[in-house]
């Protein structure tokens, strides 16, 4: 046999055709058996040629399926991806199909890339919104993987998540503010009131301990529910020990004060007392509010209730000399003596509760706080009264000096002082017609008199209008008698006698308030002093009349000046 030509398919095949015939010639071959043969070659190479066809068919078709599940799965990522085109691919079909596959290959390589790096994003972003609403809802059960949608992996769809995480993640942190809040301020509770913190917020939820981290606190609606309602009940207990820690401070320090219990033995209660008007924020001291330390001050308390029956008439007495400070005060005569002697009997009597007997006298101290009180503004009038007729008793005794213009020491802030008091006693008939007024209103509102010590105010004004008209006719009948006495000497002297001298006449000096002597400037009806009595027409005493403060009306200085020593002095004024 000869060689094969494997440069040419033809030569190689007829190569091998003229093998064969030199085959057959040597083997004696019919032509009927060649031909058989020379068919099944052809069937043979028939065959071989269809199987070659079919598999480059099928071949075809795998490679045209896997180009359509290229372009399909194309498709499904960039939608998935949200991405509407792709640089580098092109958009109409051009090549043989395996150039397409080649040129679509890459690309899918990349978005398969970047499909498995979205996922894990949206496996990343929603973990974190599934751990941080479990967290809110107080799950404390695992958090399994969230399964992510790969349909649908678009940055539109991420951020959504994003956003979503971020929502969760501003409500976490405004939440653990809160759990924050509501434990600092528990824990300044339980400081104040001496209650065990640690406990207290573990019994709300265990993650609140110290010894736990801040991100690991809970968070959960159930959580900050039962936070507020310990917050609450934390501020309702301090509210109701601040009040009974202020009753007892309250009724401390009265009975101190009832039983003058010294400062030493005051301040070992000082930490109950500093706060008796504090508000309830104001109380931050630890330990303030602890039960112990109100037991100390209720112990406290009953001890001095004891030791106050004991001493009972002492705290009465002291009651009583309230009661008659204030009566003395507001110018209101009591009868003090019976006063005590009452007290007296109703102690040793025993019919009386201690306690009964103080709220009766505290209750009474009360009433004539507010009479004191209804009686304050007409007292200032008198007052001020007072003082007017005092300075315009002065002004009389410097207007009766012959020597005041002398040039003596301190005449000058005499003279000085004489000019206020005359514009100050020029004010005061304005000052009684108000105090007049005043006192009728006040006796119309309660249907009572007015009294000053015992005596009506209007009976005391009375007598002085009264006083006042009779001193201004006595002043107009000197001055007439002084007139007459001057037209004698004028008609006497020509003739060279010597004129008599006038009959000095009585002084008359009407006294104002005060001028009984009494440290309190009691105004009496009957008080008489320095022919104080009023002078009748015949020029005697009349001894059925009383006195009261006067108020001195003012003359001009020439008159003043006029007055000569020896004759009749008249109630002088400025």
Known sequence: ??????????????????????????????????????????????????????????????????????????????????????DGIPEKNSGSIKEQLAAIAPALEKLWKQKDERVKEFLDVQSQIEKIGSEIAGTSEQVESPKVDESDLSL???????????????????RLHQVLDFVSIIHDLCAVLGIDFFSTVTEVHPSLNDSTGVQSKSISNDTLSSLARTVLALEEDKKQRLQKLQELATQL??????????????????????????????????????????????VEVERLDQLKASRMKEIAFKKQAVLEEIFACAHIEIDSEA??????????????????LLADMDNQI??????????KEILDKVEKWMASCEEESWLEDYNRDQNRYNASRGAHLNLKRAEKVRILVGKIPALVDSLIAK???????????????????????????????????????LRDQKKFHEQIKEQETPFGST?????????????????????????????????????????????????APVNYVAISKDDADSHISGTEHIPSTP
């Open 339 to 356: 006063a005590q002697n009452k007290i007296m009997a109703l102690i040793d009597s025993g019919n009386t509760e201690p306690a009964e």
């Open 499 to 547: 004129p008599s001298a006038a009959r000095p006449l009585g002084t008359k000096k009407v006294v104002g308030p005060g001028a009984n002597g009494s440290g309190n400037r009691r105004l009496s009806l009957n008080s008489h002093q320095n022919g104080s009595r009023s002078t009748t027409k015949d020029g005697k005493r009349d001894h059925s009349r009383t006195v």
């Open 1 to 86: 046999m000869g060689g094969v030509d494997v440069q040419n398919g033809e030569t190689s095949c007829s190569f091998l055709l003229q093998q064969l015939q030199q085959i057959w010639d040597e083997v004696g071959e019919t032509d009927e058996d060649r031909d058989k043969m020379l068919l099944q070659i052809d069937q043979e190479c028939l065959d071989v040629y269809n199987r070659k066809v079919d598999q480059a068919v099928n071949s075809r078709a795998h490679l045209l399926q896997a180009l359509a599940d290229a372009k399909v799965e194309f498709s499904r990522l960039l939608s998935a991806l949200g991405e509407k085109t792709y």
């Open 366 to 375: 009360v009433k004539a706080k507010e009479e004191a009180d209804s009686r």
């Open 156 to 174: 539109k769809k991420l951020d959504e998540f994003h956003a979503q995480l971020q929502d969760l993640q501003k409500e976490e942190s405004e």
């Open 439 to 477: 006192t009728r209103a006040w006796e119309q509102d309660r249907d009572t008199t007015f009294t000053y010590d015992g005596v009506p105010l209007l009976a005391m004004l009375d007598e002085y209008m009264m006083l006042r008209q009779d001193r201004e006719e006595e002043k107009r009948r």
């Open 253 to 298: 320090t009265d009975l101190w004060n009832l039983m003058d219990t010294t400062e030493e033995e005051r301040s070992l209660f000082d930490h109950v007392t500093c706060n008796i008007s504090a508000s309830v924020d104001e109380v931050s001291i630890p330990g303030a509010l602890a039960l112990d330390l109100i037991e100390q001050a209720e």
